[in-house]
């Protein structure tokens, strides 16, 4: 085998011309961790507000349904932000990462019995941690 051969594993850098392997498990691999990952913190996020709107009480279908409600809101917003996030700067990557995690920790501190006050000021104070925290980790590695 000549030193031009293409690496086994590896695409030929020859236009047109291919090593013979196939190129799919990287994007199915791909596929399925831009809905596993969205798809996991929608359930956790889900059964937590179920568990935190139930207190002390027995468990209901509106416990229910309000964890399955939520479940599926992050799990869409966390895909979105998941496909748009790499065509962002890093400025607007970071906000994008940090207004739905800033809302749905007021949301829970909500429903442990706070006041809208105090539930506005800790999302405000968790949104700018996130957004330094993500602005920071993006500008970074930014190419």
Request: overall charge positive; proline content about 5%.
């Amino acid at each position: 085998m000549g030193a031009h051969a293409a690496a086994p594993g590896h695409a030929s850098r020859v236009p047109g011309h291919t090593s013979g392997t196939s190129h799919t498990s990287g994007t199915a691999h791909a596929s399925r961790a831009s809905w596993g990952i969205p798809l996991t913190l929608g359930v956790v996020y889900g059964v937590y507000i179920a568990f935190m709107a139930r207190g002390s009480s027995p468990l209901t279908w509106a416990n229910v349904g309000l964890g399955v409600l939520c479940g599926v809101i992050m799990t869409a917003i966390a895909y979105g932000v998941g496909k748009a996030g790499k065509r962002l700067g890093p400025g607007q990557r970071a906000l994008s990462f940090a207004v739905p995690f800033g809302a749905g920790m007021g949301f829970l501190f909500s429903l442990g019995g706070a006041s809208i006050l105090t539930s506005v000021v800790y999302a405000l104070a968790l949104f700018a941690g996130m957004l330094v925290a993500s602005y920071y980790a993006f500008y970074s590695h930014a190419p």
